[in-house]
């Protein structure tokens, strides 16, 4: 009859084999790669990977500048506003050819001609019959975007109301200008965008 000790010898052998069988059925850890993980030795020899280069930032295009000329005046009575944009044959704008963005804000108008001028142009557009204070002597290139000061190929009466009126131009002025200052459009093709057709620029 076996002793004591050799029965418990015996347990403890059985209880060994279990336990190193269920081991050998466990799965490796999942990696998010399907690899096992490497191990804590070769994985403190293996090279930190750089990170990735910042990608550079799109440049700004550059705005070249030309040159714009409106075609010549063709017509001194007889002009009609249509849909709020001058006749062009009787105004179809003039620049000053010596401004430049950079030399804007130091064109100025000559006071003394445009009282004259606009009575001349209310004529010219049939208007000296209507109130002077219910126009506005309106550069068609604005001065802050290069226009003539004096040419009268560049000033027309324009109405203070109703449909396309003097205050919505003025608006669309400064838009332009804004673009000009912060060089997102060409002097000339602001120039061309006002003259021709404001309301669609």
């Known amino acids: 009859m076996p002793s004591r000790l050799a029965v418990m010898a015996a347990a403890r052998l059985i209880v060994l084999i279990v336990l190193v069988g269920l081991s050998g059925c466990q799965q490796p850890a999942a990696t998010t790669s399907g690899v096992p993980t490497e191990n804590a030795s070769s994985s403190a020899l293996a090279t930190p990977t ?43 704008g003039a620049v000053d050819p010596s401004v430049s963005p950079s030399t804007m804000s130091a064109t100025i108008p000559p006071g003394d001609v445009t009282e004259k001028i606009k009575c001349d142009q209310m004529a010219a557009y ?15 290139i604005a001065l802050e975007l290069g226009g003539s000061p004096a040419d009268v190929a560049n000033l027309w009466p324009q109405p203070w109301s109703g449909e396309a009126n003097a205050h919505m131009k003025d608006g669309v002025e400064t838009y332009l200008n804004r673009e000009l200052c912060r060089g997102a459009m060409p002097l000339a093709e602001a120039q061309r965008q006002i003259a021709s057709d404001w309301l669609s620029a």
């Not at 049939?126 to 068609?140: P, S, T, V």
Request: with cysteine.
């Open 126 to 140: 049939g208007l000296q019959d209507q109130r002077l204070a219910d126009y506005e002597l309106d550069y068609d």
């Open 50 to 92: 750089p990170p990735p280069a910042p990608t550079p930032a799109t440049p700004a295009p550059t705005v070249t500048a030309s040159t714009w000329t409106p075609p010549p005046r063709t017509k001194t009575s007889g002009c009609q506003s249509k849909g709020g944009l001058p006749d062009p044959a009787c105004t179809p």
